[in-house]
């Protein structure tokens, strides 16, 4: 799973602040559903604080997460823009600050700055990427390779990823047994340190010659 940023793509770090500027954001506490799939976009979100998963669920109640979203991120615009029914669902990992924008807001945001737009289809383009990643991941891809390559993704910058054994085995297509088998190697291994709800990289570089090996067994 790949995580999409602003940064990622090489975008001002405040790109998407213009959207704050003028409408108050809304607060919501951790695991307060955002939206719902299958329902109509009538806006998208921008972000200020917090942590946001967007997720697909199957009829049987099988979970499979998309993205997590950090500050400053857009999130929720592909069907706002082309006024289809959600795909995904989005709900907050922490306590947020969001401010929805809506078309009156988007307008009148690219107005004034042309370039948002360009950098808005840059954004959607790379959620295109994204999810070829994805789809990359789950048929070619052994565990340990992507488990590896969650956790570098989603870690902030003192190596820190909040998830628990669920969200990684929801996110890379996983059995939570095999999710934690590969946790506990690791953390025997002074490669990781495992905590409620978080994981702590110790040797990020192990990590990351794990993405590197095509020999990756789980």
Known sequence: MESLSHNSMGLPAQIWQPFAE?????RCPAGFLIYLQGTE???????????VKSYIQSENGGERVLNIYGPGSLFGEASFLDELPRVSSAMALTPCQLVPID?????QEIARDPK????????LARTVRLLSGQVDQMAFRPAKWRVARYLLTLADSQGTVLCTQDDVAA????????????????ARDGVLQLGYRSVQLLKPEQLEQICFSESSEE
């Open 103 to 107: 078309r009156e807001l988007v307008t």
């Open 41 to 51: 976009a009538t806006c998208f979100y921008y972000l200020k604080e917090g942590r």
């Open 116 to 123: 948002l737009a360009l950098a808005m289809l840059k954004y």
């Open 171 to 186: 996110s890379v297509s996983v059995s939570r047994v095999t999710v934690s088998r590969i946790l506990n190697r690791l």
């Open 22 to 26: 003028h409408r108050a954001a809304i």
